[in-house]
T-cell receptor, first 110, second 116 residues
Framework: GQNIDQPTEMTATEGAIVQINCTYQTSGFNGLFWYQQHAGEAPTFLSYNVLDGLEEKGRFSSFLSRSKGYSYLLLKELQMKDSASYLCAAPNSGNTPLVFGKGTRLSVIA | DTGVSQNPRHKITKRGQNVTFRCDPISEHNRLYWYRQTLGQGPEFLTYFQNEAQLEKSRLLSDRFSAERPKGSFSTLEIQRTEQGDSAMYLC??????????????FGPGTRLTVL
């Protein structure tokens, strides 16, 4: 099975850069997902990594190291609307249901 | 709107009552997932379908829970004899399996269940 660990809370300043880390232990690896979830809303897909390295999408980038069981989500030029929970997730095995971490609640302050 | 939709958005019920939730996936998505999320936790998998076949059920899914996807389109999740511990957000997600590659799941807005 999967075990996914990420920090519970982080605070960062508007305009800054923040890195949210995620470590995972797998019995089989088939990619890693990041989702954003605003309070009371559904998770929305941000990124997917299956190969090592950095994937950039505008202000958001996601990095994966399969040998280290490690990923991070990088948010640049933070805006107040980026205050949300960020969920790291990976398939339990093969390409089936996602196992989610508990989420990192990011607060962006002025 | 072509996203995943769920109804109702909120449900308040008394302990012991039965409730049913509906999920309409993104059109032509062949996979449909149900998750449950409580405050401060990530979503936890309950069950999923590929077309009309229910392929996997979590151990979290007690015999009071049943899900169907009769025609491979919308799905229903029923909870019988609700308990206070069933209070949670019930999330539905759908995806399209191309055969190879990612299974990116897109979530609906959820149904928030409160059991009194």
């Amino acid at each position: 099975g999967q075990n996914i660990d990420q920090p519970t809370e982080m605070t960062a300043t508007e305009g800054a850069i923040v890195q949210i880390n995620c470590t995972y232990q797998t019995s089989g690896f088939n990619g890693l997902f990041w989702y954003q979830q605003h309070a009371g809303e559904a998770p929305t897909f941000l990124s997917y990594n299956v190969l090592d390295g950095l994937e950039e999408k505008g202000r958001f980038s996601s990095f994966l190291s399969r040998s280290k069981g490690y990923s991070y989500l990088l948010l640049k030029e933070l805006q107040m609307k980026d205050s949300a929970s960020y969920l790291c997730a990976a398939p339990n095995s093969g390409n089936t249901p996602l196992v989610f971490g508990k989420g990192t609640r990011l607060s962006v302050i002025a | 709107d072509t996203g995943v939709s769920q109804n109702p958005r909120h449900k308040i019920t008394k302990r012991g009552q039965n409730v049913t939730f509906r999920c309409d996936p993104i059109s032509e998505h062949n996979r449909l997932y149900w998750y449950r999320q409580t405050l401060g936790q990530g979503p936890e998998f309950l069950t999923y379908f590929q077309n009309e076949a229910q392929l996997e059920k979590s151990r979290l899914l007690s015999d009071r829970f049943s899900a169907e996807r009769p025609k491979g389109s919308f799905s229903t999740l029923e909870i019988q004899r609700t308990e206070q511990g069933d209070s949670a957000m019930y999330l539905c997600a759908s995806s399209l399996i191309p055969g190879l590659g990612t299974d990116t799941q897109y979530f609906g807005p959820g149904t928030r269940l409160t059991v009194l």
